[in-house]
């Protein structure tokens, strides 16, 4: 079996790409340092697939310690890297945190790939990048533009990185996959996104709010220019996601690909925040507390994808709908706090 190195692959979308990748006949390695995750994941990962992934708890920005783990590994034949904080509000909080992360792991694990003659990567970026779009919906030939957070800035920078190093004449192939909104769990409701404190994003505060611990949600202004409002977002079910890795990385493999690629992984569809709530209560059949409070500094009003590309190229279609998706987040928070007790 072809050996992936997944980094970040006990977090969120790296969780649901392990998964992914056994099921396609890949043997994943995990790397995490489990400062963002918690160990439940590599046991969740373990009974969906009936047995443990190997796993090595490292820092990615500890080149010595990935050294080690590139020279136990042998004939890693590709790396996916998911490691990375990502929480807009933290950035602009604690920007050094985030560019010694985000992009020192990036340039560490660059050099170790290079030291041991793998250059098939895939990375992970974002529709943030796109800022405030200057078209809609957005391809990935709209222009990237001036980040509205440490954590979009540095996924531009890393992509600038990518970009040089393929342009340098280097051998390394990229292909950058630029995320929507990730939403939703794997549908056994084993793994899924766990929540470190209050959460950031929408769909964890509408289920925690569902599920009595939150109090109400609050949606962050409904005075901007869409059917209701609310502000529209591309949300894309985790495992549609998962899957569009083991895509890019098969393309990579196969020698298909170009040394840098860059492709928009979402819906295609844009839903606005009210809209979301709908699909969650038709979903579950709960009532969610929610009020309009004034807009988050920051938000883009409006961003959904184009997937032309990524359905044209990677041969790529989501197939969960947003009602799926809010279900299996649901069904994902109900296990939580099973397990809680
Ligand atoms: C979505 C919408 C909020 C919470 C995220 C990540 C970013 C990137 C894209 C990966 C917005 C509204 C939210 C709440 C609300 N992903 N909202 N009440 O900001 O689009 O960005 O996905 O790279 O890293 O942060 O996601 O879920 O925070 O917000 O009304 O309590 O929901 O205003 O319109 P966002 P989000």
């Known amino acids: 079996m072809k050996k992936i190195l997944v ?15 056994v099921e396609a006949g ?50 890693i034949e590709g790396v996916i890297h998911f490691a990375a904080f990502k929480a807009v509000g933290e950035s602009v909080d604690e920007p050094l945190k985030y560019y ?44 990237v533009q001036k980040a509205n957070s440490p954590y979009g800035n540095t996924k531009k920078i890393c992509e600038e990185i990518l970009t ?24 056994s409701a084993k793994i899924g996104e766990l929540p470190l404190g209050v959460p950031n994003n929408l769909v964890p505060f509408i289920t925690q709010t569902a599920a009595g611990i939150r109090e109400q949600l609050t949606i962050f ?26 895509v890019a990385i098969e393309r990579l493999l196969s020698g298909k690909a170009g040394n840098i690629e860059f492709f928009n992984v979402g819906t295609g569809t844009g839903n606005t925040v009210l ?3 709908q699909a969650f209560e038709r979903a579950t059949g709960e009532k969610l507390n929610y009020k309009i409070g004034p807009r988050r500094p920051g938000d883009v009003p409006k961003i959904f994808a184009d997937v032309t590309k990524a359905t044209e190229e990677l041969g790529f279609k989501t197939t969960t709908t947003l009602e799926e998706a809010m279900k299996s987040a649901w069904d994902w928070q109900m296990h939580l706090k099973e397990t809680a007790k």
């Not at 979308?13 to 990748?21: C, F, K, N, Y």
């Not at 560490?108 to 793998?118: D, G, I, T, Y």
């Not at 004449?169 to 950058?176: E, I, K, L, N």
């Not at 949300?235 to 890795?245: C, E, P, Q, T």
């Open 7 to 21: 980094t970040g692959g006990a977090g969120y979308i790296g969780s649901h790409t392990v998964v992914e990748l």
């Open 26 to 75: 890949y043997e994943p390695v995990i790397i995490d340092n489990f400062s963002n995750t918690e160990e439940r994941s590599l046991q969740g990962i373990a009974d969906i697939l009936g047995g443990d992934v190997t796993c090595h708890r490292i820092d990615c920005t500890d080149t010595a310690a990935l050294r080690e783990v590139f020279e136990k590994e042998t004939d």
């Open 100 to 143: 010694h992360n985000n992009v020192g792991s990036l340039v560490a694990l660059l050099q170790v790939m290079k030291e041991f003659n793998v250059n098939k990567l895939v990375f992970s970026s974002s529709c943030t990048v796109y800022g405030i779009p200057a078209e809609l919906p957005v391809t990935e030939q709209t222009p």
């Open 164 to 187: 040089d190093l393929a342009t340098s004449g280097s051998d390394m192939y990229t292909t950058a996959l630029r995320y929507f909104n990730p939403i939703g769990a794997h549908p």
């Open 221 to 246: 202004g409904n005075d901007y220019d869409t059917p209701d409002g609310t502000c529209i977002r591309d949300y894309v079910h985790v495992v549609d996601l998962a899957k569009a890795h083991v």
């Open 275 to 277: 809209e979301a709530v």
